[in-house]
């Protein structure tokens, strides 16, 4: 897939682990571990705002489009 998901960059730079980020966007540590893998498939603008919140960034740090 042509989007690449940085947040494991991002969690690094911030030094926030997982189970501290799954717990401020209120999401489940396994559906983050799914984001942070690239396999999802999908995120809702919702979910994407309160990472960016939670690691004070932007979108554009989490996510990146690669032309194959």
């Known amino acids: 897939m042509p989007?690449?998901?940085n947040?494991?960059?991002?969690m690094?730079?911030?030094?926030v682990s997982s189970?501290?980020?799954a717990e401020k966007?209120?999401?489940?540590?396994?559906n983050l571990s799914i984001l942070?893998?690239?396999k999802a498939k999908a995120i809702r603008f919702s979910t994407l705002e309160k990472i960016c919140e939670a690691l004070d960034c932007q979108p554009g740090d989490i996510?990146?489009?690669?032309k194959e």
């Open 3 to 5: 989007i690449i998901v």
């Open 7 to 10: 947040l494991d960059v991002m």
């Open 12 to 15: 690094a730079k911030r030094k």
């Open 19 to 21: 189970g501290d980020l």
């Open 25 to 30: 966007i209120e999401i489940t540590p396994a």
């Open 36 to 38: 942070k893998t690239g």
């Open 63 to 66: 996510l990146e489009y690669n």
